[in-house]
């Protein structure tokens, strides 16, 4: 079973920046597919960003700009760089890996326990 283990997360002041890492674990396949999600309680997840094996990057249009998805080298590692972060980009940040999917609009398989970001006026 994949395991996507978070870390990253925090509180920061509007106009900061976090950076957010998820490693995979038990990852047995060539190519898949990781990306970022995030969820307000009340409120449907929604897409972030997602990236391919061979570094194809994709992005939720809203997220376009201030958010940079990227990968480790020669590790089951992605990372989510934020900037100009706002109070709205207050949530819970989901990693999520899958063989097949590739989508901001979600459907992967595995996903990890999520890491708070919180950003304060």
């Known amino acids: 079973q994949v395991q996507l283990e978070e870390s990253g997360g925090g509180s920061v002041q509007a106009g900061g920046s976090l950076r957010l890492s998820c490693t995979a674990s038990r990852v047995f396949w060539f190519s898949y597919c990781m990306g970022w999600f995030r969820q307000v309680p009340g409120k449907e997840r929604e897409g972030v960003a997602v990236?391919?094996?061979?570094?194809?990057?994709r992005y939720a249009d809203s997220m376009k700009g201030r958010f940079t998805i990227s990968k480790g080298n020669g590790e089951n590692t992605v990372y989510l760089q934020m900037d100009s972060l706002q109070p709205e980009d207050t949530a819970m940040y989901y990693c999520?890996?899958?063989?097949?999917?590739?989508?901001?609009?979600?459907?992967?398989?595995?996903w990890g326990q999520g890491t708070q970001v919180t950003v304060s006026s």
């Open positions: 990236i391919e094996t061979d570094g194809t990057t």
């Open positions: 999520a890996l899958d063989r097949w999917v590739c989508s901001v609009r979600g459907g992967f398989k595995h």
